[in-house]
Every structure is written in C-alpha cells, then in structure tokens.
T-cell receptor, first 115, second 111 residues
Framework: DTAVSQTPKYLVTQMGNDKSIKCEQN?????MYWYKQDSKKFLKIMFS???????INETVPNRFSPKSPDKAHLNLHINSLELGDSAVYFC??????????????FGEGSWLTVV | SQQGEEDPQALSIQEGENATMNCSYK?????LQWYRQNSGRGLVHLIL?????REKHSGRLRVTLDTSKKSSSLLITASRAADTASYFC???????????FGAGTQVVVTP
C-alpha cells in the first residue's frame, strides 16, 4: 500500500542512453513532482504537474521530459544521459497547491548512475 | 541557490539526549516543512508549520518558527538510535509545493 512508488530503485546505464523512471501515487493527489538530490544531498525541484498539466518547470535541460498520462502518474524520461545526471531522483505528490501549505509525500527515490 | 541553511551540519548525541537543529531562510514563506531521510531511503515528512504559526508538536518533535528572524528549529526529545538520519528543512514560498531545501543536518544517536 505504498503511497508514492517509483521504479526502478537503482539504475546503472551508459552515457548517451535514454532511460525512464516511472512514478505512481495512490493518494488521490492532484499534484506530482520530480526532485533531484545530488551527491552532496542538495534537493532541488525539477518539475511539478497539477492534473496532468505542467505548472513548475525549473531550469532543467530539455533532455529531461516529464510525462503525465493521468494525475496518478508522472514519469521522467531522460535522453542522451550524461555523467552529471547521476543523482537520486525523487517523485512526490501533494493535494492541489495554492492552499496554505500541503504536505508533500516523497517516494523512496531512484538512484541513477551514469557510467 | 538553497533557500534554507541548517545548523549544525552534523550532530552526534547519546540516546536519551535532546537534539536541536536550526534552519535559516532568506525570503518570506507560506510554510516550512521538516523531513527526515534515513541513509539510502526516501524523505519522510515530519511536520509542516505555516507562516502564521509559531510552534507545533508531534510526538517527540517540537518545531518553532520565527518569521521575524527567518528561522526555524526542530527539537527531538529523548532521542533514540532510530532517530539517526539526516534532517532537512524546506520552505515553500507561495504554497505551490515548490520546496527549497537546506543542506540538512546529519544526526547520529549512539546507544
């Protein structure tokens, strides 16, 4: 009964490959996010979708393309992987934003290593 | 750039002691959230405190917020070995879920 689940948990791939990370939430939330945690543990938001629509798009290379087939899923596709893409990618979800503070629930993370 | 900065960066205490960590931020906020991350795991939400609140409790956790000083503190009372983790504060400026995280405080609780 995992709330926010993402797959795969670990991914090792070569430079230049294209890979996807899938995320699903069963909390009935309207908003989903992708965050990136680098090797120094800094967490930074990448994208946010509300009801399948993109609402936050930080300065992320366009090799990263999120796709939301429905509001319970937000997948992250990465083209032409580079060494610097190695990080932990966290999917998260919350109720509709705009109200005075929503708890954001995170998945367990996907450890991406580009070699 | 990081919005929040935690202090200290690392904290080592013995079971039963209290652990206090602080978070400072730079701009006005809608709310501030504290998370715990165990090694190799995801983020677990601990407490959300809104900008019009000054203090919140949850079990052994106590969070304060001083918007005039742009700072927050997290107190863990009667710590346990299971509290060993990294603790992050995250600010949400507008309530849209765009969290800006600090670098975290690594807490080690020894039996």
């Amino acid at each position: 009964d995992t709330a926010v689940s993402q797959t795969p948990k670990y991914l090792v791939t070569q430079m230049g490959n294209d890979k996807s990370i899938k995320c699903e939430q069963n909390l009935g939330h309207d908003t989903m996010y992708w965050y990136k945690q680098d090797s120094k543990k800094f967490l930074k938001i990448m994208f946010s979708y509300n009801n399948k629509e993109l609402i936050i798009n930080e300065t992320v290379p366009n090799r990263f393309s999120p796709k939301s087939p429905d509001k319970a899923h937000l997948n992250l596709h990465i083209n032409s992987l580079e060494l610097g893409d190695s990080a932990v990618y966290f999917c998260a979800s919350s109720q509709e934003p705009g109200s005075s503070g929503n708890t954001i629930y995170f998945g367990e993370g996907s450890w991406l290593t580009v070699v | 750039s990081q919005q929040g900065e935690e202090d200290p960066q690392a904290l080592s205490i013995q079971e039963g002691e209290n652990a206090t960590m602080n978070c400072s931020y730079k701009t006005s906020i809608n709310n501030l959230q504290w998370y715990r991350q165990n090694s190799g795991r995801g983020l677990v939400h601990l407490i959300l405190i809104r900008s019009n609140e000054r203090e919140k409790h949850s079990g052994r956790l106590r969070v304060t917020l001083d918007t005039s000083k742009k700072s927050s503190s997290l107190l863990i009372t009667a710590s346990r070995a299971a509290d060993t983790a990294s603790y992050f504060c995250a600010t949400d400026r507008q309530g849209w879920g765009k969290l800006q995280f600090g670098a975290g405080t690594q807490v080690v609780v020894t039996p």
